[in-house]
């Protein structure tokens, strides 16, 4: 069985996991805490369905990661894996899967079993392969409003890179679905004789080709993020990136960030 169908699911299970919760046995040793810290109630339920309820999900990694059996640790991803973080069947992750993320991640890292941490991979595979539902494609970050789902959701995936690469092929996989979301950070800007411009730039992640058009996020842009063609991108082994714009109306100021146009496009 692959690392990504672990945490799938059969859809006949949804309404079972949605009949009761059980307690959660306390134990120091997992991310109790980091769980407690999310405000789960503020985050929306795009479907209104309780099991879809990010309440749930914070129960769910409880769960996972107190889980001592194959069956406890089973039912919890089922609980994740159907609802709330994914829906496996319907190939949708929900908003809380941003706050889920980094739980996840310790969970790969410092997971009680093996189990554990191969589940954490698996639901992170899929909460990368899954698309978001209509007006909830978007959260807000410590490091920029409007952020695409699933390029927040990489961020935090590429900021685990060392723990990632101990898993092997799992955690390899996993880092490369993570670079094609990738994120610009434009530190300086020129205009050239023909109109262009030209930037210098921090770059994460990975560019398959250029030209590709990018989203604009400026605190000079009131409106929802416009977007830019970048005709070239050039990096080097220390993320620098040198760029080359086609002419635009809006301004590409140093502090803006540019993440792929087709990610604020993924919805359902």
Known sequence: MSVASRAQVPARRRQKSCEGITPVRQNLAVPLDAIDAVNW?????????????????????????????????GDATSILADGGFVCGHAAMVFPAAYAATPILLDLVEHGRRPRIKDAALGLLANALDCFPTAGHNRVDTPFGTDVPLC?????????????????????????????????????????????????LAVF?????????????????????????????????????????????????????????????????
């Open 151 to 199: 390029c927040a959701v990489a961020r935090h995936i590429r900021g685990r890179r060392s723990a990632l690469l101990v898993h092997g092929i799992p955690g390899r996989q996993l880092l490369s679905q993570a670079e094609v979301h990738w994120r610009l950070t434009i530190e300086e800007t020129e205009v050239q004789p023909d109109g262009s411009l030209a930037a």
């Open 41 to 73: 109630a503020a985050i929306p339920n795009p479907t209104w369905h309780r099991c879809d309820d990010p309440e749930r999900v914070a129960h769910a990694l409880r769960l996972l990661a107190v889980s001592t059996t194959a069956n406890e640790t």
């Open 204 to 268: 994460e992640g990975t560019m398959s080709q250029a030209p590709v058009e990018a989203e604009l996020h400026t605190s000079s842009v009131a409106s929802s993020a416009p977007t830019v063609w970048i005709d070239t991108l050039t990096a080097d082994a220390s993320d620098s990136a040198c760029i080359q714009f086609r002419q635009t109306s809006f301004e590409v100021a140093p502090g803006s960030v540019l993440y792929p146009a087709e990610c604020g496009r993924r919805e359902h």
